[in-house]
T-cell receptor, first 109, second 117 residues
Framework: GQNIDQPTEMTATEGAIVQINCTYQTSGFNGLFWYQQHAGEAPTFLSYNVLDGLEEKGRFSSFLSRSKGYSYLLLKELQMKDSASYLCAVLDGNYQLIWGAGTKLIIKP | GAVVSQHPSWVICKSGTSVKIECRSLDFQATTMFWYRQFPKQSLMLMATSNEGSKATYEQGVEKDKFLINHASLTLSTLTVTSAHPEDSSFYIC?????????????FGPGTRLTVL
């Protein structure tokens, strides 16, 4: 079966750095997405990786290793507004988007 | 950036009534739109995939006669919850994907919170 794993919850301090990991096992692979979802709101797109390596976009970076079925989202200089759920999703071989359960990130002052 | 709107943002209705939710892509043509449902503290659950001009593809366990989807144009898809019951109360989110945009990225609407009394 297809599976995406990410931690349920993480806690970090304002101004610090946090890394949210995602591992996946899917039938085929056409890219991995990270979305941010604040409570009560719809997800917003953060990043897309289809090749191995690191993609940097401001305070957020996303890394992919296809051979390891592994990705992480790195958030730097954490702000209180970064408190949200972060969803990892993989586009499988049939171009179906498989969603992880999300990681709830709690930022403390 | 890509903008997807949803209307209404929230709706309260009586049990047994039908509710229609609209999803529009405002600045691009969406060849494919997706409808998700999300219960509190749970992940997104894909309900159905709709391609413009064709019948929607429903996920296993989703009643197609209860959740009617119409994707009549490249910018509009509608979800109608027929004969709604309290267990249908949820956060309904649509997303749109355009073949012309890179990475098959899905852009989400703001969601519709449905409460059935």
């Amino acid at each position: 079966g297809q599976n995406i794993d990410q931690p349920t919850e993480m806690t970090a301090t304002e101004g610090a750095i946090v890394q949210i990991n995602c591992t996946y096992q899917t039938s085929g692979f056409n890219g991995l997405f990270w979305y941010q979802q604040h409570a009560g709101e719809a997800p917003t797109f953060l990043s897309y990786n289809v090749l191995d390596g690191l993609e940097e976009k401001g305070r957020f970076s996303s890394f992919l290793s296809r051979s390891k079925g592994y990705s992480y989202l790195l958030l730097k200089e954490l702000q209180m507004k970064d408190s949200a759920s972060y969803l990892c999703a993989v586009l499988d071989g049939n171009y179906q988007l498989i969603w992880g359960a999300g990681t709830k990130l709690i930022i403390k002052p | 950036g890509a903008v997807v709107s949803q209307h209404p943002s929230w709706v309260i209705c009586k049990s047994g009534t039908s509710v229609k939710i609209e999803c529009r892509s405002l600045d691009f043509q969406a060849t494919t739109m997706f409808w998700y449902r999300q219960f509190p503290k749970q992940s997104l659950m894909l309900m159905a995939t709709s391609n413009e001009g064709s019948k929607a593809t429903y996920e296993q366990g989703v009643e197609k006669d209860k959740f009617l989807i119409n994707h009549a144009s490249l910018t509009l898809s509608t979800l109608t919850v027929t004969s709604a019951h309290p267990e249908d109360s949820s956060f309904y989110i649509c997303s749109a994907r355009s073949a012309g945009r890179s990475a098959d990225t899905q852009y989400f609407g703001p969601g519709t919170r449905l409460t059935v009394l």
